[in-house]
């Protein structure tokens, strides 16, 4: 059984597709090695082991009808066709998206009690597409973190070594596909929440264009900022998912009436004339050498297979980082003020109604969370709003304003994910700082809303994957992905997986 859960999400597809197995065989294939390393590797807060396999069932059936209506089924099995990418495929899901009658805490004990009473719409759309959903992922408390360490119900290891962290704040989904407990998951995309831990886990992560992908359902951490991204081993797994739950969605005011077409990727298609960017911003003294090394011989790489390669400018990345961290602390300062005590999760008890208010969010709250919604009441405060949120909205038209002349010249940006390889558990666990500079090559795409992918593109020498990532313009997630699908055609990093 184990073997099937080393297949990656294509791979499955048309094997389920052909019938080689069955949907419940490898959902049990799934949740048996859950059963076998989740313990060690605390990748999920809540697995799903019913409601999992009544999906598998419902997918076995369905395919079982599709392959008696449309014979000769074989015709189907090395390109299918519309609905049949996902259908009986188990992915896991991120704890801050809602899945109808299914615990959601956003990695957060004031929400350890809260059972969600509607699906979210980019998960919804999965559904649809016949997933099974083995559980809900762990997750910096309301995705405020680069490690997954900021949860309150403890540490998620990286399998590649299980002294260090996955990457943040999606790094229980992270974790999960590296360790071949599921072919894909989603995660969540604030500040490089996607992009980060499938470089920390040697996998391929997508940040779409904001408002490619419903955030209805989704527990807001920056509403201006998050993107529910996914998670998987390649540039082709990932297109399959993103393309089942990307689209205009009536609940949420901020999606984009923008076609959703189906990606095909297709292979041995050279590079030819793609011109590829690099900024000479995202390439800064501390970096670690090996990062470095790696990320330019896969630039190099990209020149092979035909893309011009020319140096560029982003000149405000300096100061995306201080920013990001008004911006978003800001966002969910107003956010999280739902969180009250009288209306999710536990109450505190108390005389008055300020002190249940003051102990439920003092006792509740992790410490980061409480940080975060400092920074962001103090910058929205009387006599400080135009100073500090004001004055970073100027300084974020400025940071898109680059991406827009950038784009104009090139065809898609290549920089480091990080400017390290995963760092060991609690290394910056007194130094909030030197935490946040572990997204400095991330924030800028999300500030400028730009699509992002990230994916491996070598080791350090302690075994520990590096990736690169690629920026696009603004509903070009086809050319990031064609980009990489070529390159991971040509280069093996990505097949590797951790002898977990």
């Not at 369905?62 to 189907?76: H, K, N, T, V």
Request: aromatic letters at 8%; a negative charge; proline letters at 6%.
């Amino acid at each position: 059984m184990t073997a099937l859960t080393t297949l990656s999400l294509a791979q499955t597809a048309a094997a389920l597709r052909r019938g080689d197995f069955s949907s419940r065989e490898l959902t049990q294939a799934c949740l048996a090695r859950i059963a076998r390393l989740e313990p060690a590797l605390h990748a999920f807060i809540t697995v799903t082991p019913e409601l999992a396999l009544a999906q598998a069932d419902a997918a076995d059936h369905r395919l079982a009808e599709w392959r008696r209506l449309s014979p000769p089924f074989s015709s189907f099995a090395n390109g299918g066709g519309p609905g049949w990418g996902l259908l009986g495929i188990p992915i896991a899901v991120k704890d801050v998206l809602c899945l109808k009658d299914v615990r959601c805490t956003a990695g957060s004990r004031i929400l350890e009690n809260f059972i969600a009473p509607y699906t979210a719409t980019a998960v919804e759309r999965l559904l649809a597409a016949g997933v099974v959903i083995l559980g809900k992922t762990n997750t910096d408390e309301f995705a405020m973190g680069s490690s997954t360490e900021n949860s309150a119900y403890g540490v998620t290891h990286n399998p590649w070594d299980m002294s260090r962290v996955p990457g943040g704040s999606s790094g229980g989904s992270a974790a999960a596909v590296a360790a071949r407990l599921a072919p894909a998951a989603l995660g969540t995309d604030t500040g490089g929440s996607v992009r980060q831990p499938a470089a920390f886990c040697g996998l391929t992560g997508l940040k779409p264009t904001y408002g490619r992908v419903s955030r209805y359902g989704l527990i807001a951490y920056g509403s201006s900022l998050d993107c529910v991204g996914a998670l998987a081993r390649s540039a082709e797994d990932a297109a399959i998912v993103f393309t089942s739950m990307a689209g205009r969605d009536p609940q949420d005011a901020t999606t984009l009436d923008v076609p959703v077409e189906t990606i095909t990727i297709r292979d041995s298609t050279p590079l030819a004339d793609l011109r590829v960017g690099i900024p000479q911003e995202y390439f800064v003294a501390g970096m670690q050498p090996e990062v470095e090394s790696a990320v330019r011989a896969a630039i190099q790489t990209l020149e092979a297979l035909g893309a011009v390669v020319e140096p560029i400018s982003l000149p405000h990345t300096q100061d995306a980082l201080p920013v990001y961290y008004i911006i978003a602390p800001a966002e969910a300062s107003a956010n999280l003020a739902r969180f009250d005590g009288l209306r999710y999760g536990p109450r505190q008890p108390a005389d008055g109604l300020w002190d249940v208010f003051r102990n439920t969010r003092g006792e509740r709250f992790g410490a980061e969370v409480k940080r975060r919604i400092m920074l962001g009441t103090y910058a929205l405060s009387t006599g400080y709003y135009d100073a500090w949120y004001g004055q970073a909205q100027r300084v974020r038209a400025l940071i898109r304003q680059d991406f827009e002349q950038a784009l104009a010249r090139v065809d898609v940006i290549a920089a480091p994910v990080t400017p390290t390889t995963a760092f060991s558990i609690g290394a910056h666990g007194d130094d909030p700082l030197a935490m946040y500079l572990e997204d400095i090559f991330t924030l800028p795409a999300n500030l400028a809303g730009v699509p992002a992918l990230a994916f491996p593109v070598g080791f350090d020498s302690r075994g520990l994957p590096v990736g690169m990532q690629l920026m696009g313009p603004h509903f070009r997630e086809d050319m990031l992905l064609q980009a990489a699908h070529v390159f991971q055609q040509a280069t093996e990093w990505h097949k590797s997986s951790p002898m977990v």
